[in-house]
């Protein structure tokens, strides 16, 4: 290692002003001179990093619990039917994938988010032709979208049938826990859409399940 | 970075050893640590470009890759139960399945990402609304005090993940973690519970609309929809949290016709074997990529 020594103290010396400024400004010096080029060459290495020191990975294997729609369920008889979003049940407009909280992506350090969120979708669109629907009929698709703090970062038209679907949205997001949703929608019924068998049980309109995620945070 | 200001030392200052320390202190860079130096210095020349960060690439080709379908291979509706899956393959008997060698060992902060597409076309057949046991169909008023069966459009053929964890012999192929072969009993049924298709994607085994519904009632006979080559695609996440996984193969598999169905209260894909009757799938080329890497 180099020494930088303006001016040696040495016993019996005087001592000035100068003594002393030069000696800090030559420290100064040696410091600003010590780059990170001149580390040592094991000093910082892949196996020495520290843990999401420049990315973090978010991986969901089943989202929600067991990968199903579980805010929107419709009871039906045992059968064909699923437990699912019927008309009866449905509020209307866009509805979270899952009951629990927001999805937290914790010590996001801020800087580039990559989701990918992936399942089947089902929506029944066998009605979209109807009688006296004027075009552009009414065709089905189950909407999907995901928000970043209330941001909408992707959005998709989604399935329009028994399909798989994924949707991938990508954004630059602040330093801090990110709240995201995974969220979904159906058009309401036309006037024409016969909506219960003859049994008097309400048609699942549509349902979403075998759903997980991937997010990937990176901040360098 | 901080930028030290303080002012020089004039004549007649008066120069203790407090004061001094104070100044040399200044100097001693105490924000000069191992987080600025070392883990927020990734980009020294001593790290490797590559293959620490991203630790393993591969993807292939799977099926038939004839992309005009001049030929396809055909996969017939399973109706003896409980049924194999159909592994993809290229119409000769040659099973698509990614071979990763004496093994790909997926440890511990590390996740293994699995993405898949196939061009396939279903037929569905005569038997989606056959009385004698099809769930492909409800009844629904038809407007004359009758019901009128109308396609629920439910049924699927389902595609999902199979690996080898054994041996690089690649012959003892099982779903992956999360995925069911639908094989296990569902009262009169085989299938599986939803929360065991975590590795699948389905595609519609056929599509029949109503024709003209009118307030509420379907007079008229469904209208069949015309299938074509679609492509349909899936993706898998393995994350290991502890541990390491050895994997020697992976491949995509297919089953149906399968169907929805619920029993107390659970939902299920199960084999539709008498919608599966005459229905059929053909399939042609696609393809299977892994990525895996760190999470952290």
Request: aromatic share 10%; proline share 5%; hydrophobic share 35%.
């Amino acid at each position: 290692m180099k020494r930088w020594a303006q001016r040696e103290a040495t016993a019996g010396a005087t001592i000035s002003p100068d003594a002393i400024n030069d000696e800090l400004r030559a420290q100064q010096s040696s410091v600003t001179t010590l780059d990170r080029d001149q580390l040592p060459g094991n000093y910082i290495d892949e196996a020495r990093l520290k843990d999401y020191a420049i990315l973090r990975g978010y991986v969901a294997t089943a989202h929600p619990a067991g990968g199903q729609q579980d805010v929107v369920v419709y009871d039906v008889p045992d059968g064909n039917m699923w437990d699912a979003c019927a008309y009866p049940a449905y509020p209307g407009g866009w509805q979270d994938a899952s009951a629990s909280t927001a999805t937290t992506l914790t010590g996001f350090k801020g800087g580039q988010l990559h989701i990918e969120w992936a399942g089947n979708g089902y929506i029944f669109g066998s009605m979209a032709s109807g009688l006296n629907v004027p075009l552009p009929m009414s065709p089905r698709y189950l909407g999907l979208r995901i928000t970043v703090n209330g941001v909408v970062i992707a959005e998709k038209r989604g399935p329009g049938c028994h399909e798989a679907f994924r949707v991938i949205g990508s954004t630059l997001a602040p330093q801090g826990d990110l709240s995201v949703r995974f969220q979904w929608r159906i058009e309401g019924p036309s006037q024409d859409d016969a909506t219960e068998t003859t049994a008097g049980t309400s048609v699942p309109q549509a349902h979403l399940y075998s759903m997980r995620y991937l997010a990937i945070g990176r901040w360098r | 970075m901080s930028r030290i200001t303080d002012g020089p030392i004039t004549a007649g200052d008066a120069l203790d050893a407090a004061s001094l320390n104070t100044r040399f202190a200044s100097y001693t860079q105490t924000d000069l640590n191992a987080f600025n130096h070392r883990d927020a210095a990734h980009d020294l020349p001593q790290f490797a470009e590559s293959g620490w960060l991203l630790t393993h690439a591969q993807s292939q080709d799977i099926g038939l890759n004839h992309w005009k379908h001049s030929s396809s291979v055909t996969v017939n509706g399973m109706t003896v139960m409980p049924a194999d899956p159909h592994p993809i393959e290229d119409g000769a008997g040659n099973v698509s399945e990614m071979s990763f060698g004496a093994g790909l060992s997926v440890g511990a902060g590390e996740v293994l990402r699995a993405y898949w597409n196939l061009s396939a076309k279903a037929t569905q057949g005569s038997n989606w609304n056959a009385a004698t046991g099809s769930l492909g169909y409800y009844e629904l008023p038809d407007g004359s005090g009758g019901h009128r069966k109308t396609d629920t459009w439910g049924g699927c053929w389902v595609f999902y993940l199979q690996w080898d964890i054994t041996s690089a012999a690649r012959t003892n192929y099982v779903a992956v973690p999360l995925q069911s072969d639908c094989k296990a009993a569902v009262g009169a049924y085989y299938g599986a519970p939803l929360s065991s298709t975590l590795a699948s994607s389905v595609m519609p085994s056929g599509l029949r609309y109503a024709t003209d519904p009118d307030a509420g009632t379907v007079p008229s006979v469904s209208t069949e929809s015309t299938q074509r080559w679609r492509g349909i695609s899936g993706a898998w996440y393995y994350p290991r949290d502890a541990g390491a996984q050895v994997i020697y193969g992976l491949r995509v598999v297919l089953k149906g016709v399968m169907h929805p169905y619920q029993l107390s209260g659970v939902n299920y894909l199960v084999h539709d074997t008498v919608y599966s009757n005459g229905a059929s799938l053909d399939y042609n080329g696609g393809n299977l990529a892994v990525l895996k890497h760190r999470v952290k």
